[in-house]
């Protein structure tokens, strides 16, 4: 054990006083105990009793290439001896960061071959936000500010991020979203299709866009952003009608496009971008997450030729960038993380081999009573809970449904995510064949337990 941990020795009573946790519920959670997670290796994490949990949700969507990478500790290591920090403000760079960007736009192009860096998801939303306005202006249409965006998609929680977002619950704290955005309903099929097929829906949530775009007037609309799969929101798959739809809309009406990369990309779906695995190309991407891994955090918007023509030609200084814009060990990390999927093939290790793999696995829980749908692309899935099969009709507390079920799961030693009544698979690229087949037995018995103790559900 380290220094740090092995000097404290109550750090459940320390965590309660003086620690408050993003996203939570914090009477409830000094109540319960915090979990202290203190080791990681692969595919598994282990708490501070000891306990062993296959993590089959990648930390927080992330960790792409599993924990305990020692070659992007001694990228960082040495990076941090050589030079810890640089700005990229005033003219200057540092050679990870630079690097980085070509890396990221060789995988990406091709036209995204331009990046602005982060330190996050949401810091990336703040700034594509901002340059889709910028843009329009320097090509003299000052009126073409607003955003369109969808209900129940997630883009971070700054104050932008969460105005993107179509999360009601957060726009509910802190006055949200702010002037500009509007939010059109999600491809959702299972929860909103009514009668209708998948792609007939499909097709008509993607005109809600051009319906707004034509309510708004077209000389007022900047941009619209989603996630190639809505992920926060459900890993909420659209049918196969939905992008090509929205691109056509795009196009015609010449608004940006922006495709939110931070779940998406690098290699989850078996593509390096979430836009490629649906053949479109975004004018903006924002990306995080599986960029380092989450060894260190940052994050970026890819930004296509034709924007960045327009700012380097019209718009002259933009004035935005953080602290740690391009930060070179958290750069030098990114590039090693990068690294190892290329050399492992972990792209084609998705699409090939183990993402049609967790799709036979998570179809074989389909005929279960529980369950609605099963879907998944790459290795982001989910499970769709229901009350009654033939009438997709729901328990009467879909949070609660989820949280008993994933609660199992948990205490079964598989950590799953469960948003509302669907259960969420998002492993690390490298998880085996036997690995899936745990997490997704501990999902078929969480959901036996579930049958047996629906109660009035
Ligand atoms: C996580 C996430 C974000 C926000 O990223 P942070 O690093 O948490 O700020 C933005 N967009 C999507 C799609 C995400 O999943």
């Given at each position: ?24 519920n914090?009477?409830k ?45 001694d ?59 910028v ?27 969460a ?8 726009h ?8 500009g ?14 009668d ?6 499909g ?31 459900g ?69 296509s ?35 190892i ?17 967790l ?5 074989s829980?389909?005929?279960h ?88 559900g």
């Amino acid at each position: 054990m380290n220094k740090i941990a092995s000097t404290a020795s109550n750090l459940g009573a320390i965590d309660a006083a003086h620690h408050l946790h993003p996203f939570s519920n914090m009477k409830k959670l000094n109540a319960e105990g915090t979990k202290i997670i203190n080791r990681a290796d692969g595919v598994h994490i282990w708490d501070s009793t000891g306990k062993k949990y296959l993590d089959a949700f990648a930390g927080l969507w992330c960790v792409n290439v599993g924990y305990g990478r020692k070659s992007i500790a001694d990228a960082a290591y040495a990076q941090m001896q050589e030079l810890p920090y640089y700005n990229t403000f005033f003219g200057t760079t540092t050679p990870p960061t630079t690097l980085l960007a070509q890396k990221v736009a060789e995988k990406a192009g091709p036209t995204l071959n331009h990046v602005f860096f982060s330190n996050s998801g949401s810091e990336a939303s703040d700034t594509w936000f901002r340059i889709v306005r910028v843009y329009w202006k320097a090509l003299g249409h000052e009126t073409k500010t607003q955003v369109i965006a969808r209900k129940n998609g997630y883009h971070g929680s700054t104050v932008a991020g969460a105005s993107l977002g179509g999360m009601k619950w957060m726009h509910e704290q802190g006055n949200l979203p702010i002037e500009g955005i509007h939010h059109i309903n999600q491809p959702y099929w299972y929860a909103e299709g009514g009668d209708m097929t998948p792609e007939d829906f499909g097709l008509k949530v993607a005109r809600e866009l051009e319906d707004k775009i034509i309510e708004l007037g077209e000389e007022n609309v900047a941009a619209f952003v989603a996630e190639p799969i809505q992920g926060a929101g459900g890993v909420i798959v659209p049918p196969s009608t939905y992008w090509p739809e929205i691109k056509r809309i795009c196009a015609k009406y010449k608004i940006l496009l922006v495709a939110d990369e931070v779940i998406c990309g690098f290699g989850r779906l078996g593509t390096w971008f979430g836009h490629q695995y649906f053949g479109f190309e975004p004018d903006l991407a924002p990306i995080a997450k599986g960029l380092s891994s989450g060894y260190l955090p940052i994050g970026g918007v890819l930004v296509s030729d034709r924007v960045a023509q327009v700012m380097m030609d019209e718009v002259g200084d933009f004035y935005h960038g953080y602290t740690y814009s391009g930060h070179p060990v958290a750069a030098a990390a990114a590039l090693e993380n990068i690294r190892i999927i290329e050399e492992e093939g972990l792209v084609e290790r998705v699409r090939d081999d183990i993402g049609p793999y967790l799709a036979e696995a998570l179809a074989s829980l389909a005929d279960h009573d529980m369950v609605g749908e099963a879907v998944s692309v790459g290795l982001m899935g989910a499970v769709q809970i229901t009350a009654d099969k033939a009438t997709r009709q729901r328990f009467k507390k879909p949070d609660d449904t989820g949280a008993s079920v994933r609660n199992q799961c948990v205490n079964a030693g598989v950590v799953l995510r469960a948003t509302g009544d669907r259960m969420l698979f998002s492993p690390p690229l490298i998880i085996s064949r036997s690995e899936v087949d745990q997490a997704v037995g501990a999902l078929r018995d969480g959901l036996d337990w579930l049958k047996d103790n629906r109660g009035e559900g």
